[in-house]
């Protein structure tokens, strides 16, 4: 599942603007990194060029570091970031976001290796909900749909067909 969302976030963003290229060589390093010390570095690294230079993509980079705090089993830590991520992306995109889902399922495997069993049962909830409100009628505003060629009323961020 984790190596899943990795490539999906990973295809989708190969052709993203100039500021996203930093981030990415740093993502693609980190994914092929054999030590999982070392695809945190550069996941720290990705995190901080996007803090410094690149704030758009923080949440995206909130994100990333999330799954490597996983891959070395500081759940604290991963929850932390994966939080910020969701946080983030609900008041970016709303609740709806697929954005949204993959931070809240993330979140709940997390709090599941803690076992915090009461935090697991409100992410299992958040995301029944949002794909009960996913399956409705709806016009995508999620960043993922928007690179892939959905909503293009955005301003500021470059996509494959633009």
Not at 3 to 20: E, H, K, Q, R
Not at 132 to 152: I, K, N
Request: glycine share 4%; charged share 20%.
């Amino acid at each position: 599942m984790k190596c899943f969302l990795i490539l999906i976030f990973c295809s989708n963003f190969v052709f993203s603007a100039t500021p996203w290229k930093g981030i990415q060589n740093r993502y693609w390093q980190a994914q092929k990194a054999c030590d999982k010390e070392q695809m945190l570095h550069h996941a720290q690294h990705a995190f901080s060029y996007a803090k410094s230079q690149a704030p758009r993509y923080l949440p995206l980079s909130c994100f990333y570091l999330g799954q490597a705090f996983i891959q070395i089993k500081h759940y604290s830590q991963a929850e932390y970031y994966l939080r910020q991520a969701w946080v983030f992306w609900r008041k970016i995109y709303g609740e709806k976001s697929l954005d949204t889902l993959f931070a809240l399922t993330l979140l709940e495997e997390v709090a599941i290796k803690r076992q915090h069993v009461q935090r697991a049962q409100y992410y299992r909830k958040q995301i029944k909900n949002l794909l009960q409100q996913r399956s409705a009628p709806r016009q995508s505003h999620d960043f993922l749909s928007h690179v892939m060629g959905g909503d293009r009323s955005r301003k500021g961020i470059n996509t494959i067909n633009n």
